[in-house]
């Protein structure tokens, strides 16, 4: 069992900045794939990025490729989201979730999540 908690969320203006963080307790950090994902008001959850257990591999998601970044300290037990160059299409509800395992493209797939944080609301105002 993995609990998630996110924070870092809040009201930034375009073009600005954020840092997210969801800090894990539970089983062993370091053996579960950590994934960010948003949903939009009236939008289906989608995938942001997701980085491995060693935090060697990385995935992102076209939309977000470049001005995203996202770390894991394994020693904290947390997962990092660097969000820059923000436009109001990035405006969401923004998940972390944990899986095992990194391979294949599941690992875009929320469903393939077996643990959620609560969420954390971003909003960019234009």
């Known amino acids: 069992q993995v609990q998630l908690v996110e924070s870092g969320g809040g009201l930034v203006q375009a073009g600005g900045s954020l840092r997210l963080s969801c800090a894990a307790s539970?089983?062993?950090?370091?053996?579960?794939?950590m994934g960010w994902f948003r949903q939009a008001p009236l939008k289906e959850r989608e995938f942001v990025t997701a980085?491995?257990?060693?935090?060697?591999?990385?995935d992102y998601a076209d939309s977000v490729k470049g001005r995203f970044t996202i770390s894991r300290d394994n020693a904290k037990n947390t997962v990092y989201l660097e969000l820059n160059s923000l436009i109001p299409e990035d405006t969401a509800v923004y998940y972390c979730?944990?899986?095992?395992?990194?391979?294949?493209?599941?690992?875009?797939?929320?469903?393939?999540?077996?643990?959620w944080g609560q969420g954390t609301q971003v909003t960019v105002s234009s």
């Open positions: 980085i491995s257990g060693s935090g060697g591999s990385t």
């Open positions: 539970g089983r062993p950090f370091s053996v579960y794939t």
């Open positions: 979730a944990a899986r095992l395992g990194f391979a294949g493209t599941s690992r875009r797939r929320f469903s393939d999540y077996n643990y």
